[in-house]
């Protein structure tokens, strides 16, 4: 063990002064450039990122801008990096820290909060008042990577240790980027109310979200779990993972009919809507049972009306989440660890990280029915080797 001050180091991960990292310039434009490798702070470590998977908020970051929110605007031509599904291997400790240890490889949550508003303190750390409040004199020490930190497009990234998931031997770099988006499934139904054991559950759109979303609540003992969409290869991969009926709505007439008919004839409990479907919330209100609730778990492109009077008139709780909060992150890779559910199902194809552009417009235009897109670094693998 080498102490460069109070960071530790270790001399089988040495750490270089620059890293390649992608980045953000004008909306859609990223270039890879030499950045210096950050040093991790109070309660920091830094990881060396060996896989990250593209998510569609990636996407909408990298030509749009919002949700990220660099320097308390759009993030564009500020050396920013986006990427935030990441897993790695801890190459450098920050002061004081001793939760993990150098060579342990992590996945990591997104968001860290500023640990010091009334939601970070709820331990809503996801719903942090001090979103992007982190620079000049404004700041409040708020982190999420990719979105107002530097993420994960690159060789290394600083983490919060609050924001680290140990990863099991048994999982691949590959499937440990899936955790987190197992880790959004399960702070949906963490928010409905946690116990679905036995409680009916619709989960609409079968993009990553839904699809583990299908696969989460029936790891947690929800029947029936009935998965909806428009493709049909992408229900039987929901139908892999754990749901007991799909429905393709492109081919039912009247949706709503379909699903009681599946449940018993009655409203379910609760619906998990990822779709994002301009009329998905009026649906969704059909689907359940008085009194029953349903969480929204995508952004529509538009603001469609609502019937607010039937929500009023069937008591029908409405939960909009962020993330993954609640440490959900830490209940999902325990569900894959112990193989509830195969999550590389969802895991369609892989990139080098040079190759960024081009795993970014498989990503967005769906090239080959692409669903979860993974980019690797290399020096996991040489380091492999280098053991042999
Ligand atoms: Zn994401
Ligand atoms: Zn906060």
Not at 74 to 87: C, Q, R, S
Not at 96 to 115: L, N, P, Q
Not at 334 to 344: G, I, L, S, V
């Amino acid at each position: 063990m080498a102490m460069q001050g109070k960071v530790t180091t270790h001399k089988d991960y040495p750490i270089p002064e620059t890293m390649k990292a992608w980045v953000l310039g004008d909306p859609g434009e990223l270039t890879l450039a030499d950045k210096p490798v950050p040093s991790p702070g109070k309660a920091e470590v830094l990881v060396r990122i060996d896989a990250v998977a593209i998510c569609a908020t990636d996407l909408e970051i990298i030509h749009h801008g919002p949700p990220a929110q660099i320097h308390g605007g759009d993030p564009f031509n500020k050396n920013f990096t986006p990427g935030h599904e990441y897993m790695g291997t801890v190459v450098a400790l920050g002061p004081g820290v001793d939760e993990y240890a150098i060579g342990e490889r992590v996945t990591v949550e997104i968001h860290a909060g500023c640990g010091q508003c009334k939601r970070c303190r709820e331990g809503m750390y996801t719903s942090c008042h001090n979103y992007g409040k982190n620079y000049g004199d404004v700041d409040k020490g708020h982190r999420a990577n990719g979105f107002t930190t530097d993420g994960g497009f690159a060789e290394y990234a600083i983490n919060s240790v609050n924001t680290l998931v140990h990863v099991d031997d048994s999982m691949s770099d590959e499937e440990a980027t899936l955790v987190v988006t197992a880790g959004t499934a399960m702070y949906g139904l963490t928010e409905l109310g946690g116990l679905v054991a036995g409680e009916s559950v619709v989960v609409t759109g079968p993009g990553p979200i839904g699809l583990l979303g299908a696969a989460v609540a029936k790891a947690l003992g929800a029947q029936p779990v009935i998965l909806t969409g428009t493709r049909d290869n992408r229900l039987e991969i929901g139908k892999q993972l754990g749901a007991d009926h799909v429905v393709n709505v492109r081919k039912e007439e009247n949706v709503v009919e379909k699903i009681r008919e599946l449940n018993g004839g009655k409203g379910v409990d609760y619906v998990v809507e990822c779709s994002g479907a301009p009329q998905a919330l009026n649906e969704a209100a059909q689907m359940v049972n008085r009194g029953g609730r349903i969480c929204l778990a995508a952004f529509p492109g538009s603001s469609p009306e609502v019937d607010i009077a039937y929500l009023v008139r069937n008591n029908i709780y409405l939960y909009g989440i962020r993330g993954e909060g609640k440490t959900a992150t830490h209940r999902a890779e325990a569900f894959m660890r112990q193989k509830r559910f195969d999550a590389t199902l969802i895991h369609t194809h892989t990139f080098q990280m040079e190759d960024l552009p081009e795993a970014l417009r498989y990503a967005k235009d769906r090239v080959e029915d692409a669903i979860k897109v993974v980019v690797k670094n290399k020096h996991a693998e040489a380091q492999r080797v280098a053991a042999e």
